[in-house]
């Protein structure tokens, strides 16, 4: 009952926020200068004449004062309407959801890299040799602090042009996946793997660890069957972190190796101005954040008997 | 300095019938860190138990104790150097073992039980996993027996429903509970060898004396047990021996009879006469022992004059009918305090006793007047706190100090000891000029050398920081000083000092003293008059001697049988 009770109040809020990014990304189109009816005809270039551009104002609105304007695009996205792409000529779902499908995997992969990696490296590493820990966080800092382009060029620079292991770039096959899924979950690791190895060795300072060892379980195991899941609830809290970086990654990495996805659609939207696909890609983030942290929310209290209240 | 050890033979018996020791050491020692930074701190200490023996380990913080204790087992931690001329376990030489080794031992052949179950229990995971971990690491018992096994070892530890307590989580156990529960998982697969480090030390006296038998009951039979304790009183109803440590070496080793009622040694001496109790009314608990500690009292065994305070002066605090309640976490209102009424008189000391949870940290505030009682009112000075803050009398506000158990946590730990009294020096309105003269008078009032007022908290010794904390309250020339559990985080002797300085103030400045501890035997050392607490009610109040002896409430006498009894010293009463 609690947990249900939790999980309607995380959504209540989430649909606030979702609001909210709407309302600031209308906001924010509404006030950045410009003629909108002019962009969505192909902007200057395309020399409208005066009755095309009345005619456009009036078929979108624009000539109507804010609150009218506001309150159609509410009630469009309601009907879950985002509208039409000016340069793609389609609606804004369809482009996204052409998209989607590349850039998730992307994703996927770079999580399925990247956990198993920092857990094993965090696990391996906690309160080990003082050498052993300073090599590891050496490298771990490198990569937190190094941007996502330069850790691509470098891997495509090596295992590319060099190596000649995988492909340069494209959507085609697995192999054209590698390279970009591990430049995003190197991003994602370094910081990730630091903050579990401090929290890791903070719970096997602790008597319970002792208790573990006392009863005659080896090393490896009380450390993830007894340190891991304490260690793993305040890294939890980093899962915002890691979404961020996905999403933010995968623009750079998808222009980097010439991927397909949404973070290339969003550049070219950008680029050309095209306004209704970057309110839908903006709204979009916004959802996938919801949504996992509701998701971290349950996590939460399937760890840890004590969170019980919302 | 190494302080010689005294050993004597244990009880004689025949060769034949003494079965071998089941842990052995011999020459041990231990060190941790590299090059500069390496520290020895066990030298050369040799200890062994029998089956169906109790050992104890008694010693202050520091001594080195637990890590001889965890040493037995090969626990003894991260980085540590460990060297001894010969270790076994069970008759098998146990010297050159590593991880591999040690892991089979564990759990199966040496049960460890470590103190504060709350914290040495798994907090994510079901009291019933944890005591049944043992048996699926050792055992090849199926889900299905594993899970009986756990219920009967819960309901043999005396733990109530264990069906439904081995599903809980340690957090939603009490105290009691959780410790026995801890217990049962270190006696799951039957071990031989049983270590139990400070048992009771955060317990409740009552829950601690269960404890204490249960663990007396588990002694019965050929286990073999090692107690580790700071506590003699403690010791000295479950173990058959005990060895006294300090500084990393046994100084004096025996059967319990012999070490507690005729000591040899005078660190063992210092120990036993360090321990308040009724009989140390009166008197100074500190005695000369050759000690490394400068801030050791050099009077020795000085009787204190005039200890049992045949009249007591004017009313220094008022106490009428105080009632506090608190939001309860069912939404209700809780009553954390209820019309508790009392009257403390000029330089006597007034006991408040009760366990975790009574309400006498909340009366302590509500003396204070930090916090506003419901009903009631307390009088200071012939006025309640409510007129003293109408008028805003400074004077009656600066006449109330506090001490409290933990005094880091008042202190900020960026300002130095000088700089800790003088802003109460300030406060109490002394002149700019005559400061730095009136901080180093109260630092030589509280013992403290000058040259310690340029420390900060975090240097100062646990003892040090509570005499800093005391002269900060004597900053101010109060006339009640509310004390919450002055000496309770402190070691035995470290208590003796502060208690016998407590009593010199008193003399020499009349104050009077609010006392609150859970600890009875402090109570009736310092106290003229005692109240006795329970759920924020008044159960008991009246002289020491006529609280302790004769108890009216069945509270009280539960709590008095909880007080762990030492054999009386041979000298005073002859033992049949």
């Not at chain 2, 300090?246 to 012999?258: L, M, P, T």
């Amino acid at each position: 009952m609690a947990v249900l009770r939790r999980v309607l109040t995380r959504l209540g809020v989430g649909i606030g926020v979702l609001w909210g990014a709407a309302t600031l990304t209308f906001l924010a189109v509404y006030l950045i200068p410009g003629d909108t009816a002019l962009l969505i005809l192909g902007g200057p270039d395309a020399r409208p004449t005066a009755e095309t551009l009345a005619q456009v104002r009036a078929d979108y609105l624009l000539d109507q004062p804010f609150i009218v304007q506001y309150g159609s695009y509410l009630g469009n996205l309601l009907q879950g309407d985002l509208g039409q792409s000016y340069r793609l000529r389609l609606p804004v779902a369809e482009a996204i959801g052409q998209q989607i499908g590349a850039t998730a995997a992307l994703a996927a992969a770079a999580v399925a890299v990247a956990l198993p990696l920092t857990f094993a490296v965090a696990i391996l590493s906690a309160q080990r040799a003082a050498w052993v820990r300073s090599i590891v966080s050496g490298v771990e800092v490198v990569l937190a602090a190094t941007p996502t382009f330069i850790i691509g060029f470098v891997l495509l620079i090596v295992f590319s042009f060099g190596l000649r292991w995988f492909p340069i770039g494209g959507n085609q096959g697995l192999a054209a996946l590698v390279l970009p899924a591990i430049t995003l979950a190197l991003a994602v690791f370094g910081t990730l793997s630091q903050v579990l190895r401090n929290e890791l060795e903070d719970v096997l300072e602790q008597p319970f660890i002792l208790t573990a060892r006392s009863r005659g379980m080896r090393d490896l195991p009380v450390r993830i069957r007894h340190a891991l899941r304490h260690a793993a609830i305040p890294v939890m809290t980093m899962t915002g972190f890691v979404v961020a970086a996905l999403l933010g990654g995968s623009v750079v990495v998808e222009t980097l190796f010439s991927r397909q996805g949404i973070g290339s659609l969003a550049l070219a939207s950008v680029y050309n101005k095209d306004l209704p696909v970057i309110i839908g890609i903006v709204l979009l983030s916004a959802a996938v954040y919801v949504v996992v942290n509701l998701v971290v929310d349950l996590l939460y209290t399937l760890i840890d008997p004590k969170v019980v209240t919302a | 300095m190494s302080p010689t050890a005294l050993t004597r033979p244990s009880i004689p018996a025949p060769p034949f019938v003494v079965p071998p020791p089941v842990v052995e050491l011999e020459g041990l020692s231990v060190a941790f860190g590299r090059g500069t930074h390496r520290r020895e701190i066990i030298h050369d200490l040799s200890l062994s138990v029998r089956p169906g023996e109790c050992l104890a380990l008694v010693g202050e913080s520091g001594s080195g104790k637990s890590v001889t204790a965890r040493t037995l087992v090969g626990l003894t931690g991260p980085g540590a150097q460990v060297r001894s001329t010969a270790q076994r376990f069970d008759g098998r030489d146990a010297s050159a073992w590593g991880e591999r080794q040690w892991s089979r031992i564990r759990g199966r052949e040496a049960g460890f039980i470590l103190q504060d179950a709350l914290s040495s229990l798994d907090s994510l995971r079901t009291v019933g996993d944890e005591v049944g971990e043992v048996l699926r690491l050792h055992g090849d018992l199926d889900r299905h027996a594993r899970r009986e096994r756990v219920l009967e070892l819960l309901a043999s530890v005396g733990v109530p429903d264990p069906g439904i307590r081995a599903a809980q989580y340690p957090h939603q156990l009490s105290g009691g509970l959780r410790q026995r529960a801890l217990i049962a998982s270190a006696i799951a697969a039957d071990p031989a060898f049983l270590i139990a480090d400070e048992p009771t030390t955060a317990l409740d006296a009552t829950i601690a004396a269960q404890v204490l038998r249960l663990l007396g009951d588990l002694k019965g039979g050929s286990t073999a047990m090692l107690v580790v304790s700071h506590d003699l009183a403690v010791v000295a109803g479950l173990a058959d021996r005990v060895a006294v440590m300090r500084d990393g070496a046994i100084v004096e080793e025996g059967s319990v009879q012999a070490v507690l009622q005729d000591p040899q040694h005078p660190y063992t001496q210092g120990l036993l006469a360090a321990i308040p109790s009724r009989s140390s009314r009166g008197r100074r608990l500190t005695v000369q022992v050759q000690d490394h500690n400068q801030d050791q009292d050099q009077d020795q065994g000085r009787p204190v004059p005039a200890r049992d305070f045949p009249t007591p002066g004017p009313p220094a605090l008022e106490v009428r009918g105080l009632t506090r309640a608190f939001p309860g976490p069912d939404g209700g209102r809780r009553t954390a305090v209820d019309g508790v009424s009392f009257t403390l008189h000029r330089g006597t000391t007034l006991g408040i006793v009760g366990e975790s949870g009574s309400g006498k940290s909340t009366v302590a505030r509500m003396a204070l007047g930090v916090e506003q009682p419901d009903a009631g009112t307390v009088h200071v000075r012939g006025r309640t706190w409510a007129e003293h803050r109408a008028s805003r009398d400074l004077a009656a506000r600066r006449s109330v100090q506090m001490i409290y158990q933990d005094p880091l946590q008042s202190f900020d730990p960026r300002k130095t000891v000088q700089q800790v009294i003088g802003q109460a020096v300030a406060a109490a309105g002394t002149p700019r000029n005559a400061r730095p003269a009136r901080v180093r008078e109260l630092l030589h009032l509280v013992g403290l050398p000058a040259d310690k007022a340029g420390s900060r908290p975090l240097e100062l010794s646990g003892g040090q920081r509570q005499r800093v904390a005391i002269a900060r309250a004597l900053a101010a020339e109060p006339e009640v000083i509310i004390c919450d559990e002055p000496v309770s985080a402190l070691d035995i002797t470290v208590q003796a000092r502060i208690l016998d300085l407590l009593t010199e103030l008193q003399e020499r400045f009349g104050l009077s003293y609010l006392f609150i501890s859970h600890d009875l035997g402090v109570i009736q050392h310092v106290s003229r008059e005692v109240l006795v607490l329970k759920d924020g009610i008044v159960l008991e109040h009246g002289p020491v001697a006529g609280v302790f002896d004769a108890p009216g409430h069945e509270y009280t006498r539960r709590l008095i049988d909880a007080i762990p009894a030492l054999p009386a010293p041979r000298k005073d009463t002859p033992h049949p």
